[in-house]
């Protein structure tokens, strides 16, 4: 099952870099960690490779997020675009018997374009706090990443056999 503290705990030991390209690669191999402690039906991803598109969209979606001002925003884009990589590869990220058929929602932080603006401001919400409460960068780490967690759940794939199949979480 996927937790805030595996998001943390990785952010926090690649800590802080002095150039983008570094950023991007971090947040997508941070994430994929992450992604690496989900579950559908009880199955995990077999290795870090199946997340590879997942971590290219991801580091697109990012690009300019050491721009004042946008790395909220950058987050919330790259966490979509992760799923929306998902989306198609599905079926061979969490392989179970029967098998996965359908894809049916990414997480519902990033579904709608109101949820995205939420799930943008309160990671400002975070990163004010962060900096005016002069919070240990494990606190800081903590926060960001419950934060991204909480808007990373809600995903939903379709177990078959088709019909009806059975809906199930990606935890």
């Known amino acids: 099952m996927m937790t805030a503290a595996t998001l943390a705990n990785i952010l926090d030991n690649l800590g802080p870099v002095d150039n983008e ?9 941070a994430y994929t960690a992450y992604m690496m402690e989900s ?7 077999a290795d870090a490779s199946v997340f590879a598109a997942c971590e290219t969209a991801m580091k697109a979606a990012m690009v300019g ?7 909220a925003s950058k987050i919330v ?23 996965l058929v359908s894809f049916t929602s990414i997480p519902t932080g990033v579904l709608t374009s109101g949820a995205e603006l939420a799930f943008t401001n309160n990671l400002i919400a975070v990163f ?4 005016t409460g002069e919070l240990s960068a494990v606190d800081a780490y903590a926060a960001v990443a419950s934060v991204i967690h909480g808007n990373s759940s809600g995903a939903m794939v379709v177990q078959g056999p088709v019909p009806p199949g059975t809906p199930l979480p990606v935890l």
Do not use: C, E, Q, R
């Open 39 to 45: 579950a559908v039906g009880g199955i995990s991803p």
């Open 77 to 99: 884009a790259g966490v979509k675009a992760y799923w929306n990589a998902i989306a198609p590869a599905f079926a061979t990220i969490w392989i179970t018997a029967p098998p």
């Open 21 to 29: 390209p570094d950023v991007l690669y971090n947040w997508a191999i």
């Open 128 to 131: 004010t706090a962060n900096t």
């Open 65 to 71: 997020i050491s721009t004042t001002g946008l790395a």
